[in-house]
Nanobody, 113 residues
Framework: VQLQASGGGLVQAGGSLTLSCAAS????????MVWFRQAPGKQRELVAR???????YYIDSVKGRFTISRDNAKNTVYLQMSSLKPEDTAVYYC????????WGQGTLVTVSS
């Protein structure tokens, strides 16, 4: 299964971006999906998770600012990010919670102050 993340870029603090991650699998709807991020010099961390039924979870630092969603017809998971902060700067990846799918290249989000 291939995962292709896109939508990253350079944005000023307070701005917004929407990330997309397309999966090359017809069984996408059965997967829990997660957005992870890895900032320079830091370990990869879970940011948000969505179940196959649409239930969501967020880490405290992004609650109220990020929204994860999915479109099973398009085999795609999204991450809407608003009120971005410099500390959100990272490469963002999607995968299953245990990282069982092949990691893609991710998409770089840079938030300037």
């Amino acid at each position: 299964v291939q995962l292709q993340a896109s939508g990253g870029g350079l944005v000023q603090a307070g701005g917004s971006l929407t990330l997309s991650c397309a999966a090359s699998t017809s069984t996408f709807s059965s997967y829990f999906m997660v957005w992870f991020r890895q900032a320079p010099g830091k370990q990869r961390e879970l940011v948000a998770r969505i179940s196959s039924g649409g239930s969501t979870y967020y880490i405290d630092s992004v609650k109220g600012r990020f929204t994860i969603s999915r479109d099973n017809a398009k085999n795609t998971v999204y991450l809407q990010m608003s009120s971005l902060k410099p500390e959100d700067t990272a490469v963002y990846y999607c995968n299953t919670p245990d990282g069982s799918l092949s990691w893609g290249q991710g998409t770089l989000v840079t938030v300037s102050s």
